[in-house]
């Protein structure tokens, strides 16, 4: 004789099937930002020749053709994300110059790039790479040079008031930026001294240069030419 096996429905029942977690779809917006965001990290570390698409789309958790799909390839990642930090760094640079003395703005210009440099470290050492693709928005020389153009017209200001030629004022400029851009780079990896202590020694060597600054300043050695 058969006995017939009770089984409890409850077992089959739908509402103890395992539910699956939901993975939230992302917007094209933010699968951009995503990717932009990831590139940015892997470019700092790795360098542009260091990093593959393969690694970007992994780390996103998305197949190659999506990178594709929205900057079409590691190079038009690449300049996107060059293009953001350079745009950045000369927002920070040109939207501290607010004081009045000219002693105090070069301390605000000094700030503002060891700021960006604490702030957006990566974003920092991917500018100061040699672009290994033509970039349409310039390079770290072509930026430092913008910058400079918004400080030539203050020297120029400066030099008028002195009764110096303002026509040397782009090269003085050059010269102000090119100085505080090459500590930052060095500030980068050493990060000593403090922040603040690196902008006081700037200004010091350029304040107390141009404080003395001859109109026509003469060479004392034998070459002349």
Avoid at 11 to 21: E, G
Avoid at 63 to 69: D, H, L, N, T
Wanted: aromatic letters at 8%; proline letters at 4%.
């Amino acid at each position: 004789m058969m006995v017939a096996v009770a089984t409890d429905s409850s077992s089959t029942s739908s509402n103890d099937k395992p539910r699956r977690a939901r993975r939230t779809r992302m917007t094209g917006a933010e699968r951009r930002q995503q990717l932009l965001e990831i590139g940015r990290t892997l470019f700092a570390e790795k360098g542009f020749e260091g990093t593959s698409v393969e690694e970007i789309a992994a780390k996103a958790g998305v197949s190659k053709p999506v990178v594709y799909e929205h900057f079409g390839g590691k190079e038009g990642l690449y300049a996107v994300v060059v293009d953001r930090e350079m745009r950045r760094l000369l927002d920070m640079v040109t939207s501290s110059l607010t004081a009045g003395h000219p002693r105090e703005l070069c301390e605000q210009a000094a700030f503002a790039l060891l700021d960006y440099i604490e702030e957006y470290t990566d974003g920092f050492r991917i500018l100061v790479r040699d672009s290994p693709i033509p970039q349409s928005t310039g390079s770290f020389a072509s930026l430092i040079s913008d910058i400079a153009t918004q400080v030539e017209d203050i020297l120029g200001r400066e030099f008028k008031s002195r009764g110096f030629d303002s026509k040397l004022a782009p090269l003085y400029a050059q010269a102000l930026v090119g100085m505080v851009a090459l500590t930052g780079q060095w500030w980068l990896d050493v990060r000593k001294p403090r922040k603040s202590e690196v902008a006081a020694h700037l200004v010091n060597l350029a304040w107390h240069g141009l404080d003395g600054l001859e109109q026509k300043p003469r060479l004392i050695g034998h070459r002349k030419n």
